[in-house]
Structures are given as structure tokens and as C-alpha cells.
């Protein structure tokens, strides 16, 4: 079949509308500590909000808790190592050139299983979410080890504690990824009054 070519007088295929990313290209950023290395390929802006597209390499262990995005569908692409996945009341192993969609609205997050660092594509069909709003990062043997920062109207799930005036400052747990524990845990108070609640630990998947 015959490839239609475009009229040079009409705008409909003549729109400069479109860009190509070259390999190199994006804006890298760290994240947990440096456990999670990100690259922006497109960002909502650059597409009007339809698309955006992120790089993500995980640290093994590393990866984030249950949550959900009420603004904008999910797809994860893996391109290297293992993933454990959960997508909605799915738990499941991904591998590479494995694709997951994840509709707004769902419960979801990943951790890589590997021993060397995982990667993956990760796409959103509008602006892409805060940070924090991949939920808290964790490493299953270092439960003390949480990414922090603002999430966006939308999203659930903690990403972490908020301080209230004359309250005590802890970190609140995030949802719970199945087969974790939960252990009682000495928290410190603005007051001589200390409370005692609970802290997820993870198992190890």
C-alpha cells in the first residue's frame, strides 16, 4: 500500500507539531538516596499533557509501596532484570519486554528482585505525577529507608508523615504491600507524653 505524501500547502500533515528524543537526551535525576536513577524522556509539558515518559533504574530491593493516580493512566515497560509487580488484585513477575497497563484509578507499585540494578519505561497519559506519588520507596532490608516530598491531587496512598502543631512527628505507614509485618515502634513527641504505633516492615519478597 502506497504511502500517502503530504500536501506542502496543507497544515493538517505539515504542522511542526511533533520532536524525536535521541538516546543521550532527558533530564536525569536521583532519587532515594541515589538507589533510583531517572531520566524525564518527555515531559507533559512538551506534548501538552497528553504524554510523558520516564527512565527509571532501580537499586536491587529497591522499589515503591501500593499506590494509585486519579489523573492519569500508567504503562511500565521492563528493559532489563526482574520486577514483582502488583496491578490491582494481581501479584506477578515481570521480565524484559514485558508491558503492564495500569488504569487510573488502580492500586499498584513494583520492586526489582534482582541483585544487580533493573530497569524500566514508565508512561503516563498527561503530566507526570509528583515524585512522591510512586508512593514510598523502600528497601525490604532497610525499612527505615523512605523517599519523601509533596504528591499531587489525585494520588493515594502516604507518602510519608506529616507533622501536625503539638502532635507527635512520625512517619505514617505507607499501604501495605502483601506479606508484610507490622511491629510496634517508639515514636518521638513535641510533649513528655510518647506514643507507640505502628511501622511496616517489609519482608523480603
Known amino acids: 500500500m502506497p504511502v500517502p505524501v503530504p500536501d506542502k500547502s496543507d497544515p493538517v500533515w505539515t504542522a511542526a ?36 515518559l520516564m527512565e527509571l533504574g532501580v537499586a536491587p530491593g529497591f522499589g515503591n509501596q501500593p499506590h494509585a493516580h486519579g489523573a492519569e493512566d500508567e504503562a511500565l515497560y521492563v528493559t532489563s532484570g526482574v520486577f514483582r509487580l502488583l496491578n490491582g488484585n494481581q501479584i506477578f513477575e515481570a521480565g524484559p519486554g514485558d508491558f503492564v497497563y495500569i488504569p487510573r ?3 499498584h507499585g513494583f520492586r526489582n528482585l534482582a541483585t544487580e540494578t533493573a530497569s524500566l519505561m514508565v508512561f503516563y497519559t ?13 528497601n525490604p532490608t532497610r ?40 511491629a510496634a515502634v517508639r515514636i518521638r513527641c513535641p ?15
Do not use: M, Q, Y
Not at 40 to 48: L, Y
Not at 191 to 205: H, K, Q, T
Open 17 to 52: 507539531r511533533g520532536f524525536a528524543v535521541r538516546e543521550a537526551e532527558g533530564t536525569p535525576k536521583l532519587l532515594n538516596g541515589g538507589n533510583e536513577a531517572a531520566r524525564g524522556k518527555v515531559t507533559g509539558e512538551r506534548t501538552g499533557g497528553r504524554l510523558s
Open 105 to 107: 484509578g488502580t492500586r
Open 126 to 138: 498527561s503530566r507526570e505525577p509528583s515524585s512522591s506519588s510512586s508512593g514510598t520507596v523502600t
Open 143 to 182: 525499612p527505615e529507608t523512605r523517599h519523601r516530598s509533596g504528591r499531587r491531587r489525585g494520588d493515594r496512598g502516604r507518602p510519608g508523615g506529616h507533622g501536625r502543631r503539638r502532635t507527635a512527628r512520625a512517619e505514617r505507614p505507607p499501604p501495605r504491600w502483601p506479606g508484610e509485618a507490622t
Open 191 to 205: 510533649s513528655r507524653a510518647c506514643r507507640v504505633g505502628p511501622r511496616r516492615i517489609l519482608a523480603a519478597p
